[in-house]
């Protein structure tokens, strides 16, 4: 096992399994962090599971938030509807502050363990628009963890990752494929049912199927 560790962020969708296998391929111990955040797609936490397993991580770990609680976005709110047209500006299925939130508890977990590097899985290319994905907010967390922590003070800097940020989906899918992520196992539909079949509806799964076509690769999504 590496002396170099990093923690990432996992989802268990197609852009995050893709970042924990980079993070290997580079020579790091990962440990991974999901969130059960009160998501209607809840099958994603064991797409997350089988992901990590799959991948050889150090420890995954679920961390239960109750986002929910506060709604505002189709995601944690079931009485908004998920989209299944493309739509202007920033989508119903944003989640307020979620990016800032999950960033904040693995910087909190990286500290504890030792870890100098998060990675996160966010895009700049092929996304639905929200603004906790772009690269201004990874760099100013970036400052704001080295401000805020002990580790950061005392000079042992964090580094938040985003290798995926100038990709295209069919280029994320094409790099899983090489360090040999089993697609299958992930889950990238915001209504996905229980069994993590997809809608093939809304943004995510419009995103993602046009990637694999892009790509040249047959997409293993099952759809209900």
């Known amino acids: 096992m590496s002396d170099k560790k990093a923690v990432i962020l996992l989802s268990g969708g197609l852009d995050s399994a893709t970042v924990v296998a980079m993070a290997k391929a580079d020579g790091y111990s990962c440990y991974t962090m999901s969130f059960d955040y009160g998501q209607r797609h809840r099958s994603e936490l064991q797409a997350a599971e089988q992901v990590a397993q799959q991948l050889g991580v150090v420890e995954h770990k679920v961390i239960g938030l109750n986002l929910d609680g506060m709604g505002g976005s189709a995601l944690t709110d079931v009485s908004i509807d998920v989209p299944e047209v493309p739509s202007e500006g920033i989508p119903v299925t944003y989640v307020p502050a979620r990016n800032t939130v999950f960033l904040s ?120």
Request: with cysteine; proline share 3%.
């Open 105 to 224: 508890l693995a910087l909190g977990w990286a500290e504890v363990l030792g870890a100098r590097d998060i990675f996160i899985g966010v895009n700049a290319v092929d996304y639905s628009g929200y603004p906790d994905c772009r690269p201004e907010f990874i760099e100013s967390f970036e400052r704001m963890a080295n401000l805020a922590t002990k580790a950061g003070v005392e000079g042992q800097g964090f580094r938040i990752q985003a290798p995926l940020q100038s990709m295209s989906k069919a280029e994320i899918a094409q790099a899983g494929v090489r360090l040999g992520v089993d697609y299958a196992l992930t889950v990238s539909c915001y209504q996905a049912d229980d069994q993590g079949q997809a809608c093939g509806k809304c943004d995510s799964c419009r995103l993602r199927a046009a990637g694999f076509v892009a790509a040249g690769i047959v997409d293993p999504t099952r759809y209900f």
